[in-house]
C-alpha cells in the first residue's frame, strides 16, 4: 500500500432515508421506498413476477400524457391489488360534507362573513362524520374549484378506510394531533404543520391527541404545486427540501373492513375482509406529503409599501387562466415589519379572488379583536374589506419603528370563484352577526384642506 494515500474514510449516512426518521425530503420528487428487502422491483415497473408475490399496481394522478414536468404517478407493489379492496357499493348520507355545485337558496352568501371556532360536540365523531363544510365553489364534476370545511374528530376510524375520487385534501391543523395511515406510509400531523392527501388514495385517520378540530381544503381541480418565485430566486418562502413524504409501511391483517368513497359530490360504502393498506413497496411521484409551516420563509418590503398578499403564498392549484389560481393558500405568521412611512397592515381592497381566512393561533393584525384561534372569516369575490378603526387609527399614527410580529399564524384559502355558504354555516356555526358592523364607526376625514393628512 503507498503511504502516501490515506485509508479510506468515508463513513454512510446514519440515516439513508433523510434526516428525519419515517419520511423522505422534498416536493414533487421522485421517491423509492421499500418495507420488505428486494420488493421494490429495479429497474422495470411490471416485472413478470414480483417479489414475495406481490402484485404489481399503478396510481395515476394525471393523465398518461399529460406533459412530463406535470405527469404524476406512482407504481406500488401490494399484497392484494386494489380491485380486492371494493366490493358492491351503497349509497350513504354524510350530511354535513358538501360539494360544489351546493348553492342553497335559503342562504346568503353575498357578505363579509366571521365566525367564533366551531364547537367540540359531546358525540363522537369521526375524520367522515366530524366534516362540517363552511363553503363550496365551482363543480366537482368538471374538477374545478374547491370546498372549505371544518374537522372535529373524537375517535379513530378503526377497520374504516376512505378514499375521495373528487379531490385532494389540505389539511391544517387548528387543535390536536392526527395520524393518517395511508396506502404509502404514516404522515402524523399536528398544528403549524398540513398535509396534502392526494385524490384516489385510500387511508385511515386516527386520534393520536384529541379532540382534534382543525381546516380542510378540499381541491377539485388541477394539483397543488409550488408557486413560481419570479426574481425573488431560488430561495425563501416554502422550500422543497422542507416537504416530507411517508416511506412505505403496510398492513398484512384479515378483519371485516369498510371503505368509503367520495365520488362526484356523493358518497359510497363497500365492505371487504382486509386491510387495504397493503403496499410493501413504491416508487413514484404520485403521494403525500407533510410540510412544516415554521419553515416558511417569509418575504416582504425592507423599504416602503406593503406588498400583495400573494408575497405569502405556500401552494397554488392552477386553473385554465394564466396566474389566477384556482386556489391558492397562503399563511399569515410572524414577521418583522420596517417599511417606512408606510401604512403596515393589508389596506382596505376589493378583490376578484373570494377570500377564506383561518387562525392557528394568535391575533391578525388588521383585526385585533374578534377573529380568534380557530375562528374564520370570509370576504367574497369584489366585496369591500379590510382593518376595523381601532386597527386603521392604530397604524396610521403609530410610531415606525421595526417591529416583530409574533405569536401569529393565520392563512387564507383563495379562489378565484365565488364561495357558496352551506346551510351549516349559515344557521349552525357560531357566527359573528355583529362583524359587519366593525366598519360603522370609520370616520369621514376628508374637509378639503390641501395638503391635510
Same mark, same amino acid.
Given at each position: 500500500?503507498?503511504?502516501?494515500?490515506?485509508?479510506?474514510?468515508?463513513?454512510?449516512?446514519?440515516?439513508?432515508?433523510?434526516?428525519?426518521?419515517?419520511?423522505?425530503?422534498?416536493?414533487?420528487?421522485?421517491?423509492?421506498?421499500?418495507?420488505?428487502?428486494?420488493?421494490?422491483?429495479?429497474?422495470?415497473?411490471?416485472?413478470?413476477?414480483?417479489?414475495?408475490?406481490?402484485?404489481?399496481?399503478?396510481?395515476?394522478?394525471?393523465?398518461?400524457?399529460?406533459?412530463?414536468?406535470?405527469?404524476?404517478?406512482?407504481?406500488?407493489?401490494?399484497?392484494?391489488?386494489?380491485?380486492?379492496?371494493?366490493?358492491?357499493?351503497?349509497?350513504?348520507?354524510?350530511?354535513?360534507?358538501?360539494?360544489?355545485?351546493?348553492?342553497?337558496?335559503?342562504?346568503?352568501?353575498?357578505?363579509?362573513?366571521?365566525?367564533?371556532?366551531?364547537?367540540?360536540?359531546?358525540?363522537?365523531?369521526?375524520?367522515?362524520?366530524?366534516?362540517?363544510?363552511?363553503?363550496?365553489?365551482?363543480?366537482?364534476?368538471?374538477?374545478?374549484?374547491?370546498?372549505?370545511?371544518?374537522?372535529?374528530?373524537?375517535?379513530?376510524?378503526?377497520?374504516?378506510?376512505?378514499?375521495?375520487?373528487?379531490?385532494?385534501?389540505?389539511?391544517?391543523?387548528?387543535?390536536?394531533?392526527?395520524?393518517?395511515?395511508?396506502?404509502?406510509?404514516?404522515?402524523?400531523?399536528?398544528?403549524?404543520?398540513?398535509?396534502?392527501?392526494?385524490?384516489?388514495?385510500?387511508?385511515?385517520?386516527?386520534?393520536?391527541?384529541?379532540?382534534?378540530?382543525?381546516?380542510?381544503?378540499?381541491?377539485?381541480?388541477?394539483?397543488?404545486?409550488?408557486?413560481?418565485?419570479?426574481?425573488?430566486?431560488?430561495?425563501?418562502?416554502?422550500?422543497? *427540501?422542507?416537504?416530507?413524504?411517508?416511506? %412505505?409501511?403496510?398492513? @398484512?391483517?384479515?378483519? /371485516? &373492513?369498510?371503505? #368509503? +368513497?367520495?365520488? $362526484?359530490?356523493?358518497?359510497?360504502?363497500?365492505?371487504?375482509?382486509?386491510?387495504?393498506?397493503?403496499?410493501?413497496?413504491?416508487?413514484?411521484?404520485?403521494?403525500?406529503?407533510?410540510?412544516?409551516? *415554521?419553515?416558511?420563509?417569509?418575504?416582504? %418590503?425592507?423599504?416602503? @409599501?406593503?406588498?400583495? /398578499? &400573494?408575497?405569502? #403564498? +405556500?401552494?397554488? $392549484?392552477?386553473?385554465?387562466?394564466?396566474?389566477?389560481?384556482?386556489?391558492?393558500?397562503?399563511?399569515?405568521?410572524?414577521?418583522?415589519?420596517?417599511?417606512?412611512?408606510?401604512?403596515?397592515?393589508?389596506?382596505?381592497?376589493?378583490?376578484?379572488?373570494?377570500?377564506?381566512?383561518?387562525?392557528?393561533?394568535?391575533?391578525?393584525?388588521?383585526?385585533?379583536?374578534?377573529?380568534?384561534?380557530?375562528?374564520?372569516?370570509?370576504?367574497?369575490?369584489?366585496?369591500?374589506?379590510?382593518?376595523?378603526?381601532?386597527?386603521?387609527?392604530?397604524?396610521?399614527?403609530?410610531?415606525?419603528?421595526?417591529?416583530?410580529?409574533?405569536?401569529?399564524?393565520?392563512?387564507?384559502?383563495?379562489?378565484?370563484?365565488?364561495?357558496?355558504?352551506?346551510?351549516?354555516?349559515?344557521?349552525?356555526?357560531?357566527?359573528?352577526?355583529?362583524?359587519?358592523?366593525?366598519?360603522?364607526?370609520?370616520?369621514?376625514?376628508?374637509?378639503?384642506?390641501?395638503?391635510?393628512?
Amino acid at each position: 500500500m503507498n503511504k502516501d494515500v490515506a485509508p479510506h474514510a468515508l463513513k454512510s449516512a446514519a440515516t439513508p432515508v433523510g434526516t428525519h426518521e419515517g419520511y423522505m425530503p422534498g416536493f414533487g420528487n421522485d421517491f423509492e421506498t421499500e418495507a420488505l428487502p428486494g420488493a421494490l422491483p429495479q429497474g422495470m415497473n411490471s416485472p413478470q413476477k414480483v417479489n414475495y408475490g406481490l402484485y404489481g399496481e399503478q396510481l395515476s394522478g394525471t393523465a398518461f400524457t399529460a406533459p412530463s414536468h406535470q405527469n404524476e404517478r406512482t407504481w406500488c407493489y401490494r399484497i392484494r391489488p386494489s380491485v380486492k379492496h371494493t366490493h358492491r357499493f351503497e349509497k350513504i348520507d354524510l350530511p354535513y360534507w358538501k360539494s360544489a355545485p351546493h348553492v342553497d337558496p335559503d342562504v346568503v352568501s353575498l357578505g363579509q362573513y366571521r365566525w367564533d371556532p366551531v364547537p367540540h360536540s359531546e358525540g363522537k365523531l369521526t375524520w367522515l362524520t366530524g366534516m362540517r363544510t363552511m363553503t363550496t365553489a365551482g363543480d366537482v364534476n368538471t374538477q374545478v374549484g374547491m370546498a372549505s370545511h371544518i374537522y372535529l374528530v373524537t375517535d379513530s376510524m378503526v377497520d374504516a378506510y376512505f378514499y375521495s375520487a373528487d379531490s385532494e385534501l389540505l389539511v391544517v391543523p387548528q387543535e390536536g394531533r392526527l395520524r393518517f395511515a395511508t396506502e404509502l406510509g404514516v404522515i402524523d400531523i399536528e398544528p403549524q404543520e398540513i398535509a396534502i392527501i392526494p385524490r384516489g388514495l385510500v387511508y385511515r385517520v386516527e386520534v393520536l391527541e384529541g379532540p382534534c378540530r382543525g381546516f380542510v381544503c378540499e381541491n377539485y381541480g388541477q394539483k397543488f404545486d409550488l408557486p413560481g418565485r419570479g426574481p425573488i430566486g431560488a430561495n425563501c418562502m416554502a422550500n422543497r *427540501r422542507d416537504f416530507k413524504t411517508p416511506i %412505505a409501511a403496510f398492513e @398484512d391483517r384479515d378483519a /371485516p &373492513s369498510t371503505v #368509503t +368513497v367520495k365520488w $362526484a359530490g356523493q358518497f359510497h360504502e363497500t365492505k371487504i375482509g382486509h386491510s387495504p393498506l397493503d403496499v410493501v413497496a413504491w416508487h413514484g411521484n404520485y403521494a403525500p406529503c407533510k410540510y412544516d409551516l *415554521r419553515t416558511y420563509c417569509p418575504v416582504g %418590503a425592507i423599504l416602503f @409599501d406593503h406588498p400583495d /398578499p &400573494s408575497i405569502f #403564498t +405556500v401552494l397554488t $392549484a392552477p386553473s385554465g387562466v394564466e396566474g389566477t389560481a384556482n386556489i391558492d393558500f397562503v399563511l399569515f405568521r410572524d414577521r418583522w415589519m420596517v417599511a417606512e412611512d408606510t401604512f403596515r397592515p393589508p389596506w382596505y381592497h376589493k378583490n376578484v379572488m373570494s377570500e377564506l381566512m383561518g387562525n392557528i393561533f394568535g391575533i391578525y393584525d388588521a383585526k385585533p379583536k374578534g377573529f380568534v384561534p380557530g375562528g374564520m372569516s370570509l370576504h367574497n369575490m369584489m366585496l369591500p374589506h379590510g382593518p376595523d378603526k381601532n386597527a386603521f387609527e392604530g397604524a396610521s399614527n403609530a410610531e415606525l419603528e421595526a417591529e416583530k410580529l409574533e405569536n401569529t399564524m393565520s392563512f387564507m384559502f383563495e379562489t378565484r370563484f365565488p364561495q357558496h355558504l352551506t346551510a351549516f354555516a349559515a344557521r349552525e356555526a357560531p357566527l359573528q352577526d355583529d362583524y359587519i358592523d366593525c366598519w360603522t364607526d370609520l370616520e369621514k376625514k376628508f374637509d378639503g384642506t390641501p395638503g391635510k393628512k
